[in-house]
Every structure is written in structure tokens, then in C-alpha cells.
């Protein structure tokens, strides 16, 4: 059984939302870097990479990886929905999240689901001013969610890791 250690995902996010890891393909010209980075922060913060072909969440290289491990929605599709090996999660209000866990942006209105991000830092309540992450493709640490005011948010509580 793996857990996840959700302070050790936070501390990869901070040392790397303004550089690439260079065990890792950067897609900031290939659709974004925000999906692989909050992927990454995971899997430093302890969750195993799930090999299952096609529908699992795993990195090995540019041309070895899960869809999951790089696309917003195939990355909430496994998270929500996995039940092997891996980080699992649920989709949650914003009055059910925490450090650690995901946000994903909609620009239209959440027809399309466009950027993901890991929240960093909550300070009190459930306030899109107070609510803090780091990401990839915009660049950021500590951004407070409301930054993407307008936009529609959701949410991913990460449970654990198997």
C-alpha cells in the first residue's frame, strides 16, 4: 500500500512551478505543461504510477506515457474513477479540498476542461482569495485562485495512493 504524502507534493510544486524537472518532457509546446506538472507533484508526493495500458497513469518518456499522466480530462477520468494502483480522488466543492489536492480550470463555461493546478496553501476558509496554487504553462506559486475569476473551477480531493 502507498499513501500520499501530500507536504511532499506541495514542496515539489514550489521547487519546480517556475523550472522544468529535466526527468521530464516539458508540453509547454505541445498543449501545456499543467497536466504533467501536477502529475509529477503527485508522484512525489508518493502515489505509484499505474502502467495499465491505455487508461492507467504513468511517464516514462515523450513517447511513453499514459494520457492521463499529461491530459486534463483523461487525468480527472483516472483520478475519479481508478481503483488500482495509483493516486485516487473525488470530485469535491470547494468547501471539501485542501492542500494537496487539484483544481481544473473551464474557460467556456466547462464545456472544455483546459488547465489543471495543485493547491498549495489554504489559509482559513474556503475563499477563492485564500485558496493558493502552483502550475505549469502560467507559470505560478502561490496564486490565489481567484486569479481565474470568471472561469469555472473544479475541484479533486486526492483520497490516497495505492
Known amino acids: 500500500m502507498y499513501g500520499y504524502n501530500r507536504a511532499k507534493a506541495i514542496a515539489y510544486a514550489h521547487q519546480w512551478a517556475y523550472k522544468r524537472n529535466p526527468a521530464y518532457g516539458d508540453f509547454s509546446e505541445m498543449g501545456g505543461d499543467c497536466t504533467n506538472f501536477v502529475s509529477q507533484c503527485l508522484h512525489a508526493g508518493g502515489a505509484a504510477m499505474n ?3 491505455t487508461f492507467g497513469w504513468y511517464y516514462n518518456s515523450l513517447n511513453s506515457r499514459a494520457p492521463a499522466w499529461t491530459g486534463v480530462e483523461p487525468f480527472y477520468r ?10 485516487y480522488g473525488w470530485a469535491a466543492g470547494i468547501d471539501q479540498i ?4 487539484v483544481m481544473q ?13 495543485l493547491i498549495v496553501s489554504m489559509a482559513g ?10 502550475t505549469h504553462s502560467y507559470d505560478s506559486d502561490n496564486q490565489p485562485i481567484s486569479h481565474w475569476n470568471g472561469a469555472k473551477l473544479r475541484f479533486i480531493h ?3 495512493a495505492r
Do not use: C, M, R
Open 158 to 160: 486526492i483520497e490516497g
Open 51 to 53: 502502467y495499465t495500458p
Open 125 to 134: 476558509s474556503a475563499d477563492p482569495d485564500t485558496i493558493l496554487v502552483a
Open 98 to 101: 485542501q492542500p494537496g489536492d
Open 105 to 117: 480550470i473551464s474557460f467556456d463555461g466547462g464545456k472544455v476542461w483546459g488547465h489543471t493546478a
Open 78 to 87: 483516472f483520478l475519479t474513477t481508478n481503483q488500482k494502483k495509483g493516486p
